[in-house]
């Protein structure tokens, strides 16, 4: 079958949506065809691979039949008291049955529709293809504004079932002033597909601690995510996130600083193993003078794994005095291993600080022989020497994420 | 600043090299097809090897499509209304300079190249390439007595066909890409160089191409083959007149270095770049790629780019042989509408090969500069390094400078490191100059060469100072 064959099919088994989510799904359906299933011959899906994500369209879509997940969703760990869980697994509307903590209010219908896919235009990436397919397909949508600094944290668990088409989609408003902690965890499933998509618009002088981790579980499960945000001046936005285990992962954050003056940091790692493809492909731009952006993404590539790296960043002539740093480090661990890298900065501003750089390597020699010379055996020196480099991601993540990256220790195999 | 005026002053400076020479040339009609290929070969008396080569290189490109991932906008060529092939009329290649046509001469006078005899003290080979044929390859002798082979390659044709059947297409497939599958099918001359086994080359070698024609075509092609120990230093320059229309120049160069053998490829190109309006102007659309074969075999490119309307190139080196290294060194300047896209491939397929790149792009007026480049470590390729180093400098806010690093490995017990910045001149750094008596002009000069530094320092003596004076030249004032 061919992929246009595929899809079509795939559209014509999508489950009618209700409620607003119904204009929206119709012209996802509408968009897809038009913009065509990814070939090689565009550069953003150049290395990725079709054949992986062609066969997502294979699965049943949002059937939410409560079977095999990852992990006992039914009994997590306590998020204490300093954090609210939302648990995103049903179908329906979410917002009904949540009862948020006091500063934190879901949008109205009328809001969402007015602002739903209004950042990701933002951010330039709304005619992309993982957009349609999520526009088409969402029957879930989360949406809150945030009014209020000094709140509880927020924790939003999406698992996926098995043999599951599972898209969804959260909106953020942080208004003026206002600051979040917001840890989201997309687990992965048997044969499954996450199809997740988070706008965020903050306001001036709010903040945002964000952390994603994304944990496949190694059981050919798929991941397309676009986090797509946009700050107005004096705001701040951190944004950690981990990629594990997936078959095929792309994630894409996207920011916009709308009139600059804004702080950036991104932080990101992947951590690919067996023949796992992971990938991130950032964006990053400054519609305005004075922004900041700090970016550091790291790789650990092993076995016959492939890790891809595009960070775009893009400095019009109106932002004069940003200041913009992206580093990509890379360790490759296998002789079967891929590591792809580009960073690419687009500068048209003359009074701008930018750079850029990347590295490909193992383990330094040096590093492994001072820890043996002291005694550590060389299996327990390069696991030590894996985990402070993950450290470095790691450590900017939401304080409640402990549980989720205790077990990464045995993930992280050393070189062979 | 208040240097407002000075940026139109200089910005509108001529173009030195922008005269024609009035001289009688023979042209072929215009367009391409499969008769226009057979002319070509006719007219140059070529052997049937290479007239089957340029026919399938033909039908190669008529099944290919323009590429435009670059996005460098340029309006459609119309690769009808070109003349692929122009030649100053002269009855035979004359046996000494005494005969050339005089006005030939004169031009090249113009254009300082050491082309006459009195220049000898020079000790640069010089062949000299007008619109599509080469006029005169000094030194012959001289550099016979060593062994090494130096002439253009319809030359070498002749005299060599079995080096020239060897080798030619053997780095650049005619499959290649589009435009080196139309040089190949029309490819007119060039230069062509040999240097055997242990020879270290008694002088440096130089080619000078020009269009002087302002429908023509140039699509030279150039290829030097060093055999095992020996070495080269090559340099090349390029001029053209100034016309307000769009000229394409696609050339190929391919090199080849066996075991233990050096190249070194210089070029300064100072193709005709357009008015202020940027209006004209050559297409630099190049394809150059060197091979080293053997074990410890060296490439290195070093470019100064400041002419063109468009230059699109990417000299590339595929290190095959354990050991082998591959160097390339840039300086690329745009001004006004000009477009670059430049940058290197560095292919490392053999155990222990190391490259280096270091790229320096300036910006200017409303013209954009971009670095694309590719590192890629093979499966095979244990301890390769790679060390790369683009800065770009802006001047002005209506500049762009972009940076594509494509990095790719394969195997772990291998080092790539990569780093970038961009910046401008700066006002303390101007301020602190002028403030010590030194002048503006010379100051901004002075800052840009500094930044040119580590590339300067690469070029052949001769050339690092010229491209430092085209420089300053071409930049005076532009910052304001």
């Given at each position: 079958m061919t992929n246009d064959l595929i899809v079509q099919k795939w559209l014509n088994s999508i489950p009618e949506a209700k409620g607003i989510l119904k204009n929206i799904q119709e012209s996802g359906k509408q968009c897809v065809p038009k913009i065509g299933f990814p070939t090689h011959k565009e550069e953003d899906w150049k290395l990725t691979n079709l054949k992986r994500l062609s066969n997502i369209l294979e699965l049943n879509i949002n059937?939410?039949?409560?079977?095999?997940?990852?992990?006992?969703i039914n009994n997590?760990?306590?998020?204490?008291?300093?954090y609210f869980r939302i648990l995103?697994?049903?179908?329906?509307?979410p917002q009904d049955k949540i009862k948020f903590p006091k500063g934190i209010e879901p949008l109205t219908d009328s809001e969402i529709e007015k602002s739903i896919g209004q950042t990701l235009e933002e951010c330039q990436c709304h005619k992309t293809w993982p957009i349609a397919i999520n526009n088409s397909s969402i029957n879930q949508i989360l949406a809150f504004k945030v009014n209020e600094n000094n709140l509880p944290g927020i924790e939003i668990i999406i698992p996926a079932n098995s043999k599951d088409f599972n898209s969804k989609r959260i909106l953020i408003h942080l208004e003026d002033n206002a600051e979040l902690n917001l840890l989201e965890v997309i687990l992965g499933s048997e044969s499954s597909a996450q199809s997740h998509i988070i706008e965020i618009v903050m306001g001036k002088n709010s903040k945002l601690n964000h952390g994603l981790i994304s944990l496949g579980?190694?059981?050919?499960s798929n991941l397309l995510s676009h986090i797509a945000t946009q700050q107005k001046e004096n705001s701040e936005y951190s944004f950690t996130f981990i990629q594990e285990g997936w078959n095929l992962s792309r994630l894409e954050p996207r920011v916009v600083q709308?009139?600059?003056n804004a702080k950036t940091n991104l932080k990101g790692l992947q951590i690919c193993n067996n023949n796992d493809q992971i990938a991130t492909h950032s964006f990053v731009k400054f519609n305005g003078p004075n922004g900041e952006l700090d970016q550091l993404q790291k790789a650990i590539a092993n076995d016959q794994s492939h890790s891809i790296f595009n960070g775009v960043i893009e400095v019009p002539q109106?932002?004069?005095q940003t200041k913009a740093a992206q580093l990509s480090r890379n360790l490759i661990l296998s002789k079967r291993a891929q590591i792809d890298t580009k960073p690419q900065l687009e500068i048209i501003a003359d009074d701008v600080r930018c750079s850029h750089g990347a590295t490909i390597s193992q383990l330094q020699e040096e590093e492994i022989f001072y820890l043996r010379s002291r005694g550590i055996n060389n299996e327990s020196a390069n696991a030590l020497l894996l985990k402070g480099f993950c450290q470095e991601i790691l450590?900017?993540?939401?304080?409640?994420s402990t549980y989720w990256t205790a077990n990464f220790n045995d993930l992280i195999k050393g070189s062979e | 600043m208040s240097n407002a005026n000075t940026v139109d002053q200089i910005v509108s400076?001529?173009?030195?090299?922008g005269f024609t020479t009035d001289i009688e040339t023979e042209k072929i009609d215009k367009g391409i097809n499969e008769d226009i290929v057979r002319l070509i070969s006719l007219k140059k008396k070529e052997p049937e090897f290479l007239l089957n080569f340029r026919l399938r290189a033909y039908s190669q490109w008529l099944k290919m499509k323009e590429p435009?991932?670059?996005?460098?906008?340029?309006?459609?060529?119309?690769?009808?209304?070109?003349?692929?092939y122009a030649a100053p009329k002269q009855?035979?290649?004359?046996?000494?300079?005494?005969?050339?046509?005089p006005k030939l001469l004169e031009t090249f006078d113009k254009l300082g190249i050491?082309?006459?005899?009195?220049?000898?003290?020079?000790?640069v080979a010089v062949d000299a390439v007008f619109d599509s044929v080469s006029i005169a390859t000094t030194y012959k002798e001289k550099l016979a007595e060593s062994g090494v082979i130096f002439c253009s390659i319809s030359e070498a044709v002749s005299l060599y066909p079995e080096l020239i059947k060897r080798y030619?297409?053997?780095?650049?497939?005619?499959?290649?890409?589009f435009f080196a599958a139309l040089n190949s099918a029309v490819f007119s001359d060039g230069s062509f160089v040999f240097i055997p086994k242990?020879?270290?080359?008694p002088m440096d070698l130089s080619s000078y191409f020009r269009i002087n024609s302002g429908d023509t075509g140039q699509f030279e092609r150039t290829l030097i083959i060093a055999e095992e120990r020996a070495s080269v230093s090559y340099l090349e320059g390029c001029t053209a007149p100034m016309f307000d229309t769009n000229t394409l120049h696609a050339a190929v160069v391919e090199l080849i270095a066996l075991d233990d053998a050096t190249i070194k490829y210089s070029t300064v190109q100072n193709w005709y770049s357009g008015n202020e309006k940027g209006v004209g102007g050559i297409y630099n659309f190049v394809t150059k790629r060197g091979e080293?074969?053997?074990?410890r075999s060296k490439i290195s490119w070093s470019q100064v780019e400041t002419g063109s309307a468009i230059t699109w190139k990417y000299p590339s080196?595929?290190?095959?042989?354990?050991?082998s290294v591959g160097e390339f060194y840039s300086i690329a300047l745009t001004n006004n509408f000009q477009k670059a896209d430049t940058g290197t491939k560095m292919i490392h397929v053999g155990s222990n090969s190391r490259s280096k790149i270091v790229s320096k792009g300036i910006s200017a007026g409303n013209s954009n500069n971009s670095y694309r480049g590719l590192v890629q470590i093979g499966?095979?390729?244990?301890n390769a390094r790679n060390y790369s180093q683009c800065d770009s400098m802006l001047i002005g806010d209506k500049a762009s400078a972009n940076t594509y690093p494509y990095i790719k490995s394969n195997q772990p017990n291998s080092n790539i490191e990569h780093e970038a910045s961009t910046c401008r001149i700066s006002e303390d750094q101007l301020f602190y100059l002028q403030s010590r008596g030194i002048d503006f002009e010379e100051a901004v000069s002075m800052l840009v060469s500094g930044f040119c530094s580590d590339v300067f320092n690469e070029l052949p003596l001769e050339f690092a100072s010229e491209a430092d004076k085209l420089l300053a030249l071409k930049l005076e004032g532009s910052v304001g």
């Open positions: 059937t939410n039949k409560e079977t095999n997940h990852q992990i006992d997590l760990p306590n998020p204490g008291k300093d995103l697994k049903d179908n329906g509307n579980g190694n059981k050919k709308t009139s600059g109106i932002a004069q450590k900017n993540l939401p304080c409640n | 400076k001529p173009y030195k090299y435009d991932w670059a996005e460098l906008k340029y309006p459609k060529i119309d690769y009808q209304d070109i003349i692929y009855n035979q290649k004359k046996a000494s300079l005494e005969e050339v046509d050491p082309l006459s005899e009195q220049k000898r003290i020079a000790n030619l297409g053997s780095v650049v497939p005619i499959t290649d890409n242990g020879v270290k080359c080293c074969r053997g074990k080196c595929i290190l095959k042989g354990n050991g499966p095979q390729a244990e």
